[in-house]
């Protein structure tokens, strides 16, 4: 039970809190990190309990994408369109990121995933890494939303007196 419980805390939550961080980054929405750490809570306990139950790593993804556009809809009232097309992209975004993680980790140590599961150390390090570029890609990404925010903002400013002498 202490083993599944450190588990949810050292890697289901802040997954979830870093795609949720990255579907934020992508729509260009300003993140609240109370609100972000909430859903993340609650989307990552949500996702290892059906990871537990379905034992199938599709419909664990399935729900995960549900998941995340429900909270997305709900609690960030974010349009549905908006919320899946963000959430699709984040959860995808993170399964590349963790394959090639993965991919590379084994060519490079020669470790089977499968020994991962029985060492928590082992398991921290290689999942350090898919979260730094998760991180990376999230503030990449956000620069390049809240530019062109800031430059909608500015083309807005300048021709708001044009009405004026029509």
């Known amino acids: 039970m202490t083993q599944r ?14 795609i949720l961080y990255l579907a934020f980054s992508i729509l260009g929405e300003k993140i609240n990190m109370l609100k972000m750490i909430e ?18 790593f599709i419909l664990n993804i399935v729900i995960s ?3 995340i556009i429900f909270l997305l809809k709900t609690l960030a ?9 963000g959430g699709l992209l984040a959860i995808s ?3 590349s990121i963790e394959f090639v993680n993965v991919k590379t980790w084994q060519i490079f140590s020669g ?6 599961e029985e060492d928590l150390l082992l398991k921290v390090v290689w999942f350090i890494p898919q979260i730094l570029v998760m991180l990376g890609l999230q503030l990449l990404i956000g620069h390049f939303t809240r530019n062109k925010r800031t430059i909608k903002r ?4 300048e021709f708001r007196h044009e009405d004026q002498y029509l």
């Open 39 to 56: 859903m993340g809570s609650v989307l990552g306990v949500a996702v290892y309990i059906s990871r537990w139950i379905t034992g199938s």
């Open 111 to 116: 470790v089977s995933p499968n020994l991962i």
């Open 77 to 85: 009232s974010i349009p549905v369109f908006e919320a899946a097309a």
């Open 65 to 67: 994408a549900l998941m």
């Open 154 to 157: 500015k083309r807005s400013k």
């Open 5 to 18: 419980l450190i588990e949810i805390i050292i890697f289901s939550i802040p997954e979830s809190i870093v």
């Open 93 to 95: 975004s993170y399964l």
